[in-house]
């Protein structure tokens, strides 16, 4: 299914504000869209739930949207879900627990790319992006984080294990953490392979790695960093 040129608006739901995609097996495109000023309690603009879920966002942005709890822009969540994010833009979306403009649970295959996330926040962690649980790959591409805000990883906080995760060729600008660390980026957890390549950010970057340090091979690659930034 292919939706193009619609305006999603004003909704309001439990899951899902939006645009709520249940019992797995859709093949969804929204291109040229836009998902904007809707409510949920998990998911404001979209929530993709259960199994097998071909979701690609292109050309299209989710503004304005705002869950009570979880995933303000989109929520992606229960095993083997692919969600793709391309040439669109995530703003001023908010949660008031955790992923202010996505937030991605379980098993998902999530790829970003030439995007842009701007002043998305919540109040716990992960103002842009929140990652949780087991992933199979995040793949983040040529994308601006700027202006989010968190508690924790102001632009993306990560408290799971990824089998891939590659932030390449993005920017990060003016994200804030506003308690423990990672304007850009806090990544907690074990992580198998992270590869941080040709990237900007003028916001600080943290990791933690909290099980086995000595098993995960991280890469960085041409990373600019200020000079009051550690990784």
């Not at 001023?92 to 701007?118: K, P």
């Not at 198998?192 to 900007?200: I, M, W």
Request: with cysteine; proline share 2%; charged share 10%.
């Amino acid at each position: 299914m292919i939706w193009l040129d619609s305006t999603v608006e004003y909704c309001n739901a439990t899951y899902g504000g939006g645009m709520f995609l249940s019992h797995g097996n859709n093949n969804v495109t929204i291109q040229d869209s836009v998902v904007q000023y809707n409510y949920a309690i998990y998911g404001g603009g979209i929530l993709l739930d259960k199994n097998n879920h071909y979701f690609t966002l292109y050309k299209s942005t989710v503004r304005g949207c705002e869950a009570a709890l979880d995933g303000g822009g989109i929520v992606g969540k229960d095993f083997n879900n692919y969600i793709k994010l391309s040439h669109s833009s995530i703003i001023d979306c908010y949660a008031a627990r955790t992923g202010g403009g996505i937030m991605s649970v379980e098993n998902m295959h999530f790829t970003i790319e030439s995007s842009t996330i701007h002043n998305c926040s919540s109040i716990v962690a992960g103002g842009g992006m929140y990652l949780y649980w087991t992933h199979h790959y995040i793949l983040i591409y040529e994308t601006n984080w700027t202006e989010n805000t968190a508690d924790m990883g102001g632009a993306i906080f990560t408290s799971t294990v990824v089998n891939q995760l590659v932030i390449a060729g993005n920017n990060f600008i003016g994200n804030t953490a506003y308690n423990e660390g990672g304007g850009a980026i806090l990544l907690e957890g074990n992580n198998p392979q992270l590869v941080v390549t040709d990237t900007s950010t003028a916001d600080h970057l943290q990791v933690i790695e909290t099980s086995h340090p000595y098993i995960n091979p991280v890469s960085y690659t041409h990373l600019t960093l200020p000079t009051i930034c550690s990784v």
